[in-house]
């Protein structure tokens, strides 16, 4: 073989090595050209497109969809998609602080009218379940939203009061949930986006009806909850022990449930076993012996072979980096404080 025909084998032999290679089974490639495939949750905290989890994601090309109705996203911030919202990322990281994502999901934890407002205690009640706010929580009204941005921090003796409606994304505890995002559903709402309370829990698995809502640690009895009325759904037609993510009326102390809409109680148990899962959220409780800890009262994360970057803790909020079982759970490679 000539020497030139050596160096064209070698060039073809090259081309096609470089071909598999970015067309093959595995999920890396070359920062910023291929990526890897992810599924993340955590808060907004800039747009350009979007900022989740320190990541700058283009969304141009991607389905929006905001408690659970497809949007056609604005590209003025701060409209449908706001500072302080909880949402999911799915798409590809590039691996140098740019992403792709082909879908944004934002769901709401719970809407409805305020009962009890205890500002000492930077808390507030919504039907029933506790929500907590910091000086990180952000907070809006309808009205804002023209392109202004969340306000940060929030002062419940001025901000609300008892039977206003509001929308809360956040963290769920073992004790309700802390509040990333408040919104106040205030006379510029939109009807459809006003007139709604919403709820999510889990119905009890023996039929009877009984619901746990998220932030709580026990079952209220169908009695005592629902409204079985007239137009109401009887709860006890729903799947035992689902989860849900109840719209409807909440009057008296009683919800009457207009819509059921089963969901994945986190976003884990909506992604294939395996895939690689970023997750920020509150540390509700930790087994050192087992070297296990849950995260948003949900997930549970294995963190025995993870490299560990701060103090674990029952309070603390983190960032979760591993790859999903497939029961939802996290087998963590990475856990850092996420500030």
């Not at 990333?180 to 510029?188: H, I, M, Q």
């Not at 026990?218 to 729903?238: E, H, I, K, Q, V």
């Amino acid at each position: 073989m000539t020497i030139r025909s050596t160096l064209i084998a070698t060039a073809v032999a090259l081309a096609v090595a470089s071909g598999l290679t970015a067309c093959g089974g595995g999920s890396d490639s070359t920062a910023g050209i291929g990526g890897t495939g992810i599924t993340t949750t955590g808060t907004i905290t800039g747009f350009g497109s979007i900022i989740v989890n320190g990541v700058h994601y283009d969304i141009d090309s991607a389905q929006i969809e905001k408690d659970g109705r497809r949007k056609a996203f604005r590209k003025d911030p701060n409209t449908d998609l706001r500072i302080g919202m909880l949402v999911t990322v799915k798409g590809v990281d590039h691996g140098d602080g740019t992403g792709t994502a082909s879908e944004v999901i934002y769901r709401d934890e719970i809407q409805g009218p305020v009962s009890v407002i205890e500002p000492a205690n930077d808390k507030f009640t919504v039907m029933g379940v506790d929500v907590t706010v910091d000086t990180d929580t952000r907070f809006s009204r309808c009205g804002d939203d023209d392109g202004k941005e969340p306000r940060k921090g929030m002062n419940l003796a001025n901000d609300l009061k008892v039977n206003d409606r509001v929308e809360v994304s956040g963290y769920r505890t073992d004790s309700g949930i802390r509040a990333t995002y408040v919104e106040l559903k205030d006379a510029s709402c939109s009807s459809d986006d006003k007139d709604d309370d919403e709820i999510k829990g889990t119905f009890r698995s023996d039929g009877s009806g009984d619901f746990k809502p998220v932030g709580t640690s026990s079952y209220l009895s169908m009695a005592s909850f629902f409204d079985t009325g007239s137009g109401c759904t009887d709860p006890r037609t729903l799947q035992a022990g689902g989860f849900y993510e109840l719209k409807g009326r909440y009057q008296g102390g009683k919800f009457c449930i207009v819509e059921a809409e089963p969901e994945d109680e986190h976003p884990g148990k909506g992604a294939s076993a395996g895939s690689h899962m970023e997750m920020e959220g509150i540390v509700t409780s930790i087994d050192t012996a087992a070297q296990t800890l849950v995260l948003n009262n949900t997930v549970t994360v294995y963190y025995s072979s993870a490299t560990v970057k701060t103090g674990l803790s029952a309070g603390v909020k983190v960032e979760v980096k591993g790859n999903l079982n497939s029961d939802g759970s996290i087998n963590a490679t990475e856990i850092e404080a996420d500030d």
